[in-house]
């Protein structure tokens, strides 16, 4: 079935460096990739969703690139800023396929951005 | 002001009885979810509701059981409760049932511990 794979655990950063977070995945078909975003005490929401036009989908000063060949959708940003602390969740919704109608989420990646 | 009302925020309940998560959204969507997470696991589909029909269900066992008594209402019955039912419920909606361009928006949460 389909399946969604990312960074485990804690990442740590210094503010001010480059953020990746590691998102890759599992699907017969062709799916849809999003990143949701869960700050502390608060609900998860959505912060990225790729495009079906190989557009790089951006908001917050972060982006990610679909890349089907290595099916992944890595989540990057230039610089951290403190208040990119978070957890943050990749999903994919595969439609047409085994998932039918509904998101499968990864572990969820925890960003710690220290000053 | 939260647009999707989960109560309460935290439950404990003892093992064998039965508890009743309430949800109600004030987006005016149409489609409803519940997801739940567990120590160590990805936030995990459970059910959705569109137009107040029950569309999915990836729960196996009978004792989880949604409730849509109105529109913008989906509570989550759940009876003869175990420790392993121990986790964070979300309810979650979106205008549509989720598909490829659908923004799921969540709610913040009942945290439920089962002694």
């Known amino acids: 079935g389909d399946s969604v794979t990312q960074t485990e655990g804690l990442v740590t950063l210094t503010e001010g460096l480059p953020v990746m977070l590691n998102c890759t995945y599992q699907?017969?078909?062709?799916?849809?990739l999003f990143w949701y975003v869960q700050h502390l005490n608060e609900a998860p929401k959505l912060l990225l969703k790729?495009?079906?036009?190989?557009k790089r989908p951006e908001h917050q000063g972060f982006h990610a690139t679909l890349h089907k060949s290595s099916s992944s959708f890595h989540l990057q940003k230039s610089s951290a800023q403190l208040s990119d602390s978070a957890l943050y969740y990749c999903?994919?919704?595969?439609?047409?396929?085994?998932?039918?109608?509904?998101?499968?989420f990864g572990i969820g990646t925890l960003l710690s951005v220290k000053p | 002001d939260p647009k999707i009302i989960q109560k309460p925020k935290y439950l404990v309940a003892v093992t064998g009885s039965e508890k009743i998560l309430i949800c109600e959204q004030y987006?005016?969507?149409?489609?409803m979810y519940w997801y739940r997470q567990s120590a160590k696991k990805p936030l995990e589909f459970m059910f959705s509701?569109?137009?107040?029909?029950?569309?999915d269900n990836q729960t196996a066992s009978s004792r989880f059981q949604p409730q849509s008594s109105k529109k913008n209402h989906l509570d989550l019955q759940i009876t003869a409760l175990k420790p392993d039912d121990s986790a964070t419920y979300f309810c979650?909606?979106?205008?549509?049932?989720?598909?490829?361009?659908?923004?799921?928006?969540f709610g913040h949460g009942t945290k439920l511990s089962v002694l």
């Open positions: 979650a909606s979106s205008q549509e049932r989720t598909g490829p361009n659908e923004r799921l928006f």
């Open positions: 509701y569109s137009y107040q029909k029950l569309m």
């Open positions: 999903a994919l919704s595969d439609c047409y396929g085994s998932s039918g109608n509904k998101l499968i």
């Open positions: 790729s495009f079906t036009d190989n």
């Open positions: 987006l005016g969507h149409n489609a």
């Open positions: 699907s017969t078909y062709s799916p849809f």
